[in-house]
Structure formats: C-alpha cells, structure tokens
C-alpha cells in the first residue's frame, strides 16, 4: 500500500482543469488518509461546477489506481 508521500507525489501529475498547474501546486490538497484498503484524497476547490469536480476524480482515481 502507498504513503500519503506516495500518493501526494503522484497527485502532482493532476491539473487543475484550464491551467498548467497540479493541484498540490494550488494547494487544492488539503488532506490525505491512508487506511489498510482506502485512500481518502481532501480537496478543497474554488469551482462550483460539475464538470471540473467530474474531471479531477476522474483523473485522481486514474492517478492513484497505478498505485
């Protein structure tokens, strides 16, 4: 099973969706918790559209399942 330090790392490769910038490079990221089969990723986003929140799990789950 990955760290939080693992999982925060891979995080890095996801753009907030319109910029070049990951979400940990926003500070989007405010909380990761690792249990013996969960992980648990806290995002706190400026967007209140759908689509942007649609977006980023569906790219943080792509991220965090090579783990």
């Known amino acids: ?4 330090e ?3 790392k891979e995080l890095e490769s996801v753009k907030y969706p ?5 979400i940990i490079d926003f500070g989007f ?3 990761v918790q690792v249990n ?5 990723v806290v ?6 559209a759908p ?5 980023l799990r569906k790219e ?6 090579a783990l």
């Open 51 to 55: 689509e942007v929140e649609a977006q």
């Open 29 to 31: 990221v405010k909380d």
């Open 1 to 4: 099973m990955a760290n939080i």
């Open 36 to 40: 013996e089969k969960n992980c648990l």
């Open 6 to 8: 693992d999982i925060k």
């Open 60 to 65: 943080i789950t792509a991220c965090l399942s």
């Open 18 to 22: 319109g910029f070049s910038k990951s």
């Open 43 to 48: 995002l706190d986003i400026t967007s209140t």
